[in-house]
């Protein structure tokens, strides 16, 4: 039995948290332009893609904390991550929609003029022009890592099984 967690499950575990307060804050400036702006079908749309994201990946951070390295993994458990899976890969998309939206002001943000003018406002602006890039990337490793993470435990529930049955009295 493993005891404790690798360096790359820490920089998972890391990086998983950052991913819960990325996407929590999107979610919340989502509610915010449904109250205030009026954008009530996009923003709502918007919520509960980010919703999704962060529901998963709390499932991913409760996972590797109860069931790391060799707890398996409840039917229920089982199921919400094969659901939440497939929504969050389907949910690519939704965040590569995000990332392309934001092409088009790249050359605004370099733009020596609109520094110069805008230089409170321009530090706002590249905040928000990041936030669906770096939201996409971390989510592409959160993917990847929830995969691997699955089929260690796993891997490791089924070695302890047959170490159990192995062993003579």
Not at 78 to 89: E, G, H, Q
């Amino acid at each position: 039995m493993m005891k404790g967690f690798t360096t790359s499950w820490k920089i998972f575990r890391s990086v998983c948290i950052v991913q819960l307060i990325l996407v929590a804050f999107k979610a919340m400036m989502s509610f915010g332009e449904v109250l205030f702006r009026g954008s009530a079908f996009l923003g709502l749309i918007n919520i509960i893609a980010y919703a999704l994201v962060f529901v998963f990946v709390y499932h991913g951070l409760s996972m590797l904390n109860y069931n790391y390295p060799d707890v398996p993994l409840s039917q229920k458990q089982k199921r919400s991550f094969n659901i939440l899976y497939i929504l969050n890969f389907i949910l690519i998309a939704f965040l590569f929609a995000q990332v392309v939206n934001t092409w088009g002001m790249w050359k605004v943000l370099f733009d020596p003029g609109i520094y110069r003018e805008f230089k409170i406002n321009w530090l706002n602006f590249t905040i928000h022009l990041l936030f669906p890039w770096g939201i996409f990337l971390i989510h592409f490793v959160f993917l990847t890592g929830m995969f691997r993470l699955r089929r260690l435990i796993h891997e490791n529930t089924v070695n302890t099984w047959y170490e159990q049955f192995d062993q003579k009295p």
